[in-house]
T-cell receptor, first 115, second 113 residues
């Protein structure tokens, strides 16, 4: 079945460590996104990529980095520069068509806790 | 900039009650509008969408009508079930072809038997 796979589902990190969250999709979607979810704040966009080898910052990119070397993969690194990294991270993908008519498919999420 | 505002939760209802979750938006142009649902511990799933004014999106008994004059996209269901307990997000499609969505803060629905 086509879908988005995020791993790991749960991750614990010590302060000062970088961690990488994996996101893989087999939907043949061009665009991929990373959102951060905090209680009561909805989803905020971290980074997005519309095509391989290209990506753009979202609203809260500081302290994060991404790469898009393959169409199927869009890993997110949470660096030690991210001041408050404990959150639920959601990866999504889509094939943007008519402006604003985009439907995102989401993965199941990765919960990161900083100890 | 564009934004989405949802009614604050949690919303607690008894089974078979009528549900309304309010959503209003601010946007330039005429964005597409979406409702996503998130069950505990999971990612988001598309519930319904509407791409132009007066469109009605519907799925699984849920409905929402794109009201340009009131800039609203309220979610309704005539008779909720315990299995509808989840967090509901209203979202709009950002203008242009980035595919980005702008989400509201989410509304938690709890349905009691």
């Amino acid at each position: 079945d086509g879908g988005i796979t995020q791993s790991p589902k749960y991750l614990f990190r010590k302060e000062g460590q970088n961690v990488t969250l994996s996101c893989e999709q087999n939907l043949n979607h061009d665009a991929m996104y990373w959102y951060r979810q905090d209680p009561g704040q909805g989803l905020r966009l971290i980074y997005y990529s519309q095509i391989v080898n290209d990506f753009q910052k979202g609203d809260i990119a500081e302290g994060y980095s991404v790469s898009r070397e393959k169409k199927e993969s869009f890993p997110l690194t949470v660096t030690s520069a991210q001041k408050n990294p404990t959150a639920f991270y959601l990866c999504a993908s889509s094939n943007p068509g008519r402006a604003g008519a985009n439907v995102l498919t989401f993965g199941a999420g990765s919960r990161l806790t900083v100890l | 900039g564009d934004s989405v505002t949802q009614m604050e939760g949690p919303v607690t209802l008894s089974e078979e009650a009528f549900l309304t979750i309010n959503c209003t938006y601010t946007a330039t142009g005429y964005p597409s509008l979406f409702w996503y649902v998130q069950y505990p511990g999971e990612g988001l799933q598309l519930l319904l969408k509407a791409t132009k004014a007066d469109d009605k999106g519907s799925n699984k008994g849920f409905e929402a009508t794109y009201r340009k004059e009131t800039t609203s996209f309220h979610l309704e269901k005539g008779s909720v079930q315990v299995s509808d307990s989840a967090v509901y997000f209203c979202a709009l499609g950002e203008p242009g072809n980035t595919g980005k969505l702008i989400f509201g803060q989410g509304t938690t629905l709890q349905v009691k038997p």
